[in-house]
């Protein structure tokens, strides 16, 4: 196959309820419009059928390629080989569990046309999700945004069209943990917004518990911010001050009152709550010591073990 205009990139981690249907409505979509297309799924090495199911479909249909995993990897290093091996010269990204329509596409499209190198869907709501996914969420997206300097638009995953320039420059920084919505922010290049609802799950469950968001969010701060680090800064003086005024107000005490000075309790107190601050700073600069040595060791963001479809690769 001549290489297409679109691909699409769909990362997959035991999805074996939803495959199916999702290779269907992107099928639907795709053909609709009317340029030569591809379907790249990643397979993150999904514990279920997943990878069967899709290795089908290629068997069937040349324009489905599958990029299978050694592993485990996790969402964003998936995303990251899909836009690796894709070929296209527009780029969709798209969640395998049908929340975010393939049907926006087309108009997606339209604005590529225009000359937008980015088109990023951007949730007006959610519908069908936990009150507690929909406020974490909400909460996430503000905090990301207050905590780095890159302008990212809140309510913003990775559901969107990316120009093959975009593709590219983000495909060549080296870094290894890659918050992909924040380096395709951080690229640049003409960027707008389409909003849509997003849906509940088609079938199967998160893949995202509460603590591979908490995992996430560090991620995204740790890559974009060192904020974290001046907070700290600014923190320790502060709590200096207090301290030196403190010792002020003893000093007087001692020598110009009849006070005698009692209070073991507060000395425990405050040494506690100091003791409890030094700690948690100390474990956040061990957060980027220890991401410096991830990117540091150079290892690859995943590893593939096979890629089914597509003649030439
Ligand atoms: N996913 C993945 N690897 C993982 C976790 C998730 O490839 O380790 C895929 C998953 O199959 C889905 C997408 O990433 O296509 C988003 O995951 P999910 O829908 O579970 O997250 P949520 O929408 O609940 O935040
Ligand atoms: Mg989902």
């Not at 099928?27 to 514990?47: C, H, I, Q, T, W």
């Not at 000359?115 to 709501?125: A, C, L, M, N, T």
Request: aromatic share 12%; proline share 4%; charged share 25%.
């Amino acid at each position: 196959m001549k290489n297409p205009i679109y691909s699409v990139v769909i990362p997959a981690f035991n999805e074996q309820e939803v495959i199916e249907e999702t290779y269907k409505r992107l099928s639907a979509v795709m053909k609709g419009m009317d340029e030569p297309y591809e379907l790249l799924f990643v397979n993150d090495g999904s514990r279920d059928k997943t990878a069967e199911i899709i290795a089908g479909f290629c068997a069937n249909d040349e324009s489905v390629r599958l990029v299978n995993f050694s592993r485990n990897f996790g969402h964003m290093p998936a995303i990251s080989a899909g836009m690796e091996y894709a070929r296209g010269e527009a780029v969709f990204i798209i969640d395998a569990d049908l929340q975010d329509p393939p049907e926006i596409f087309p108009q997606m499209a339209e604005k590529w046309r225009e000359g937008f190198h980015v088109i990023y869907g951007q949730r007006e709501k959610r519908v069908g999700e936990t009150i507690f996914k929909k406020l974490t969420a909400k909460i996430f997206y503000r905090f990301i945004r207050k905590m780095t300097s890159v302008d990212m638009p809140v309510d913003t995953g990775e559901f969107r069209l990316i120009d093959r320039k975009v593709c590219d420059a983000v495909n060549r920084l080296p870094e290894k943990n890659r918050y992909i919505r924040g380096l395709v922010s951080w690229v640049g290049f003409r960027q707008t917004a389409i909003m849509y609802v997003r849906q509940e799950r088609f079938a199967g469950t998160t893949k995202y518990p509460l603590r591979k968001m908490i995992a996430f969010a560090m991620d995204a701060v740790t890559a974009f911010s060192y904020k974290p680090l001046k907070l700290a800064t600014t923190l320790g003086f502060f709590i200096s001050i207090a301290s030196f005024i403190y010792l002020a107000v003893i000093f007087f005490q001692r020598f110009f009152t009849e006070t005698t000075i009692t209070g073991w309790a507060s000395t425990v107190a405050i040494i506690l709550l100091t003791q409890g601050i030094v700690m948690m700073i100390l474990g956040l600069m061990g957060e980027y010591i220890g991401r410096i040595y991830e990117e540091m060791k150079d290892r690859p963001a995943y590893i593939v073990q096979e890629i089914i479809g597509g003649e030439d690769k």
